[in-house]
């Protein structure tokens, strides 16, 4: 079993910055990848961001590519979300996901198979 955990959400202004936490621990291993997911109100799950957590290798959606960074810290067991410049628009609940079977680009939600409980986070205009 994986147990994740999420932090950092709240609220924030247009154009400002948030960083979000994701702890892991459990049977965590290296051979995992770790996703960012998020859901605005009345709206779909929708993919933010993964990274590979041997190589480092990172993908993003498309609506956050130049303004969300995701990293890891390995001695940690935790991964980060960097979220700048940011927009009304990323409003949502943000989720944090562990991919046993890490590898390449995973955008969908079947793909993950742990998931933290989610962290608020509210952009006002």
């Known amino acids: 079993q994986v147990q994740l955990v999420e932090s950092g959400g709240g609220l924030v202004q247009a154009g400002g910055s948030l960083r979000l936490s994701c702890a892991a621990s459990?049977?965590?291993?290296?051979?995992?990848?770790m996703g960012w997911f998020r859901q605005p109100p009345g709206k779909e799950r929708e993919f933010v961001a993964r990274?590979?957590?041997?190589?480092?290798?990172?993908y993003y959606g498309d609506s956050v590519k130049g303004r969300f960074t995701i990293s890891r810290d390995n001695a940690k067991n935790t991964v980060y979300l960097q979220m700048n410049s940011l927009k009304p628009e990323d409003t949502a609940v943000y989720y944090c996901?562990?991919?046993?079977?890490?590898?390449?680009?995973?955008?969908?939600?079947?793909?993950?198979?742990?998931w933290g409980q989610g962290t608020q986070v509210t952009v006002s205009s």
């Open positions: 459990g049977r965590v291993f290296s051979s995992f990848a």
């Open positions: 996901a562990a991919d046993t079977s890490a590898g390449g680009s995973k955008i969908y939600q079947y793909e993950y198979d742990y």
């Open positions: 990274i590979i957590w041997s190589s480092g290798s990172r």
